[in-house]
């Protein structure tokens, strides 16, 4: 059958893939699994649960949860009765929550567990228009999202049938809110069809079957894994939830899947952990290693680089990279990234070890994949985020821009008509606000944020990104940002990965054993990034080259306000909370 809406990949799945684990997830220490059958059991008796509570075709249902079966179980229930879920970061603040219940007027909300359900019990006090609360965990005094299911299980399945009919591709499926650097969250509508165009126009460049089983970690609240999660689906692929971040190691050990997303800041950390271990190694053992990582750092997809070179790389894949894949779960095939640009170098390593990293670009706007660099070298050039996919019209504009056209671009902002309109021109196409330009006619390369680009004083533009990017090539920067609107030159903000940083005084005899604070002011660290962005200025041209640095002693979080939920830094708060500092480094003596 075709999927037209979210919900019939549970029919297509039964139909055609019916699986014993469609979903699984370790609970008190064993991977619980959920059947397909069971899958739709549970959705059905949400639908007929929200049905009995007064939740009907068009109304707003929450979902607040990191990633398990209870997710997708909500996602359906509400999908089939033709309501729009509402889904949001566990991690946003009780204004924000407060600020998306009333501007979405949500009637119920699904929420993990006691420390949010207090957050929305909080945001909700002077809300009666949120009529009800489920929690997934149970949680003392809230009602238990099994109390729902038992209400669902005295209905009939067979009523919700004409429901279901009744909801048509175009429908609103969910408004996903997006936080933004500036103002509150705005609310991006997207339709059943918008997400599952999206899901065929990438089919081809994800090689996924019924046989493989999917990691998921990323938050299925953001588009780029509530997308592929569908397509997971559509195809049969078997999706076990990581339990944390911080065990995730010990996750693709056990579950062993053939594929993952992740963001690129993931990636960064796996590969300085693979390189920090690589430094405590010992005499041959210590050149074996970094001779293997040297010669991934000089891969590329795009290239034969001779009989010598593939000899080399075939002995350390067999000597050091089998021991990476092994560490990843031993049957990966490809890494798909997203939400943020990946360095090349580790496209090229991870290549290098057989697994293919898929670097992918889009926005929430867009369902969200505009281009993504395919599994086969002649649909992936590293450096690149690869082809546009099918069905998608991507053109460059005069100044740069990259503008869209496609069935997976969204409806509009909700209750935002003007803020809609201002993103598409005359012609209908959709801008980005991302800088770009074709490599070879085939390959999509981003380049900046259009917003985030800067004049000096000096009428020269600044792509912070780009700088960015490189000076986190580094492990031993944990963030940066670019600043210098009208000024004579950029300058950047720079916060330590301080494990590595710490591991670099021992070796070279400065005392660590103090505060960040106080550790970000020896001379001799100072110096020593001083000369790092010196090294990393060489690839830019003369106005780009950042001239001053101010080391920082504490990370940029979500917590502190300083970075949105897909963490990317909010540059005016963080200008803002650090005005004297950057002042600083203009009136100081340039000559420094």
Request: with cysteine.
């Amino acid at each position: 059958m075709e999927v037209r809406r979210s919900f019939d990949i549970l029919t297509h799945q039964l139909a055609n893939t019916p699986k014993a684990d469609c979903l699984a997830a370790k609970i008190a220490g064993t991977w619980q699994k959920t059947s397909t059958q069971q899958v739709q059991d549970t959705a059905n008796q949400v639908s007929l649960g929200l049905l009995s509570l007064g939740i009907n075709k068009g109304d707003k249902v929450a979902i607040i949860s990191m990633n398990r079966p209870e997710w997708m179980f909500a996602d359906f229930g509400i999908a089939q009765l033709g309501a729009t879920s509402v889904p949001m970061y566990p991690s946003i603040t009780v204004e924000d929550y407060k600020y998306i219940f009333k501007d979405a007027g949500v009637k119920a909300v699904f929420v993990a567990d006691k420390a949010l359900y207090a957050k929305v019990k909080e945001a909700t006090a002077a809300l009666p228009e949120v009529q009800h609360v489920f929690t997934f965990d149970k949680v003392e005094g809230a009602r238990h999202f099994s109390e729902l299911l038992e209400i669902g299980k005295k209905g009939d399945p067979a009523t919700l049938e004409p429901l279901k009919a009744a909801v048509q591709p175009q429908d609103l499926l969910t408004i996903i809110y997006t936080s933004g650097t500036t103002g509150n969250p705005k609310g991006v509508m997207l339709s059943h069809n918008n997400i599952l165009s999206n899901c065929r126009n990438s089919q081809r460049f994800v090689p996924v079957t019924a046989n493989d089983k999917a990691l998921s970690f990323l938050p299925l609240c953001h588009i780029f894994e509530r997308m592929v999660t569908y397509l997971y689906m559509i195809n049969g692929v078997s999706i076990y939830y990581a339990e944390s971040m911080e065990v995730i190691a010990d996750n693709l050990r056990e579950v062993k899947p053939e594929i993952f997303t992740t963001v690129p800041r993931l990636l960064e950390k796996v590969y300085d952990k693979i390189v920090a271990k690589g430094h405590t190694l010992e005499g041959a053992k210590k050149g074996l290693f970094f001779w293997a990582l040297d010669l991934g750092l000089k891969y590329d997809n795009q290239k034969d680089h001779g009989f010598l070179y593939n000899t080399q790389l075939k002995l350390a894949n067999k000597l050091i990279f089998n021991k990476w894949r092994e560490a990843l779960g031993g049957n990966l095939r490809c890494i798909v990234s997203g939400g943020g640009a990946l360095q090349p170098r580790l496209a090229r390593v991870f290549w290098a070890a057989g697994i293919r990293v898929m670097e992918g670009y889009g926005l929430t706007e867009t369902s969200p994949v505009i281009a993504v660099g395919g599994f086969e070298p002649e649909n992936n050039m590293i450096g690149t985020v690869g082809p546009i996919i099918d069905n998608t019209q991507v053109k460059i504009a005069a100044d740069g821009e990259i503008l869209t056209k496609s069935d997976s671009v969204m409806v509009g902002y909700y209750n935002q008509p003007e803020l809609t309109a201002k993103e598409f021109d005359a012609e209908g196409w959709f801008h980005t606000g991302d800088i770009g330009e074709m490599v070879e006619g085939k390959f999509l390369k981003i380049t900046d944020r259009k917003k985030e680009m800067f004049k000096t004083s000096g009428g020269k533009y600044i792509a912070p990104q780009v700088i960015e990017g490189k000076l986190k090539e580094s492990p031993l920067v944990e963030q940066a940002m670019v600043v210098g609107a009208d000024q004579k030159f950029p300058a950047a903000l720079v916060i330590p990965n301080f494990d590595d940083l710490k591991g670099w005084c021992k070796r070279n005899g400065v005392d660590c054993d103090c505060s960040n604070e106080e550790l970000v002011k020896k001379e001799k660290v100072v110096e020593m990034y001083e000369d790092l962005v010196k090294k990393y200025n060489q690839g830019f041209a003369q106005w780009e080259q950042v001239k001053k640095i101010a080391l920082l002693p504490q990370l940029w979080t979500v917590e502190t306000g300083e970075m949105t939920p897909t963490m990317k830094v909010k540059r005016k708060i963080i200008t803002e909370n650090n005005k004297s500092l950057i002042e600083g480094l203009y009136s100081r003596d340039e000559r420094r």
